[in-house]
């Protein structure tokens, strides 16, 4: 473990340059305001783990680890289990510097409530020192930088292939058609291609090709290396091409996934992580982690109408460094997703109101 001590001239100027120099993954063991010749000045110790730390796509884009420790290729299981039982440890001793005093009453009301939705430690710490630089400062603005909203549709989206991945059984397929149906009845002349990427296994190529045909939508099977070349060549002729990708099997990564199928270099990708908000802590840093590459953009959230709290869509949010594209609520083809806007993002947390009640109630 690295640990090194920080100076700033507040607590926001101390936490950037931990973050600058040791990467979101730093562990703040100790943070002290301190008098010398020039005044009053923040001191942050933090600590880092070279073996443990996450790589975030910024980090796997330049191929350099941003926190100067060399990565071995492989982390021992039981180091990373180890680890994660010390950051515990650690996060314990830090929590009661977490002092909510320093708090104004409105901002502590809402870090305590982000607690009880199971949001980390790390999240809760960003965002307390960033309250507690302003007593004024209200929670959303400070929220939307950990968890910004980047809403899928195609002018804000202007890659042409959009890869739907993600974990088995989370909606990835469903996900697909709903955005692309969405895209055609936005724009009626886009020329549309859902493509299923998953070699002729899944049964969610059928469901694929079913509402393809009745929504006048392209449709293609594309799982191997040549059909996906074959494919490429032929798709001057689309606008946009929605391509479900199978759930990874064993330690794949996305990036070797991508790589098997050609579309790791050169095309105008954009990769969509699909996740539901039940998984396990531990579960999301390994997803955080097998699904990082360059060409990862966005976090869809499904299954929200069935989550009893939503602590997870900031955890990941952190974890990955990625805006939330979409949000979906619902098992059904009508009405059950929509594009990722902040004001949905906090009612959901907050008030535990789905998006589309959010938007019966505003008709
Ligand atoms: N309740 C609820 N169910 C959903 C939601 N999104 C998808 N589902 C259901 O989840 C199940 C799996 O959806 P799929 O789209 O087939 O999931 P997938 O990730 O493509 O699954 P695989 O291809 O088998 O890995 C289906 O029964 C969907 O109806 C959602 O937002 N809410
Ligand atoms: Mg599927």
Redesign the pocket.
């Known amino acids: 473990m690295h640990v090194k001590t920080f100076k700033g001239i507040d607590a926001q100027a101390a936490l950037a340059k931990v973050k600058a120099e040791l990467g979101d993954e730093a562990i703040i063991l100790n943070t002290k305001t301190v008098r010398n010749a020039a005044g009053k000045c923040c001191e942050i110790t933090a600590a880092i783990d070279p073996r443990s730390a996450v790589p975030t796509p910024r980090q796997q884009a330049d191929g350099r680890e941003a926190t100067g420790f060399p990565l071995p290729d492989e982390t021992p299981a039981d180091w990373a289990c180890e680890w994660r039982q010390i950051k515990d440890q650690l996060m314990a001793l830090v929590k009661p510097q977490l002092n909510m005093d320093e708090l104004s009453p409105r901002q502590r009301v809402a870090i305590k409530y982000l607690e009880r939705e199971e949001v980390d430690t790390q999240v809760l710490l960003r965002v307390f020192l960033d309250l507690k630089a302003d007593p004024e400062r209200p929670i959303l603005p400070v929220l939307e930088g950990v968890a910004p909203c980047y809403g899928f549709e195609s002018k804000k989206w202007q890659q042409k292939f959009h890869v739907?991945a993600?974990?088995?059984?989370?909606?990835?397929?469903?996900?697909?058609?709903r955005l692309a149906l969405r895209e055609k009845h936005a724009r009626p002349k886009s020329r549309i291609c859902v493509v299923a990427a998953?070699q002729g296994q899944?049964?969610?190529r059928l469901?694929l090709r079913h509402y393809a045909d009745l929504a006048g939508l392209a449709f293609r099977e594309a799982g191997s290396l040549e059909e996906m070349q074959e494919f490429l060549k032929e798709s001057e002729t689309f606008d946009m091409a929605f391509i479900?990708l199978?759930?990874l099997c064993g330690q794949t990564t996305l990036a070797e996934r991508l790589d098997a199928i050609g579309l790791a270099n050169g095309f105008d990708v954009a990769a969509h992580l699909?996740l539901?908000p039940y998984f396990a802590p531990s579960q999301y840093a390994q997803i955080a982690s097998r699904y990082a590459c360059p060409q990862l953009k966005s976090l869809i959230?499904?299954?929200?109408?069935?989550a009893c709290s939503f602590g997870a869509l900031l955890n990941m949010a952190r974890l990955t460094e990625l805006p939330v594209s979409a949000?979906?609520?619902?098992?059904?083809l009508k009405n059950?997703?929509v594009p990722a806007q902040s004001d949905m993002l906090w009612r959901l947390i907050f008030k535990h109101t789905l998006p589309g009640n959010h938007a019966e109630q505003a008709a």
């Open positions: 739907f993600g974990p088995h059984g989370v909606g990835k397929t469903l996900s697909l058609i998953d899944g049964k969610g469901v479900d199978p759930g699909v539901a959230w499904t299954k929200l109408d069935e949000l979906s609520f619902g098992p059904g059950s997703i």
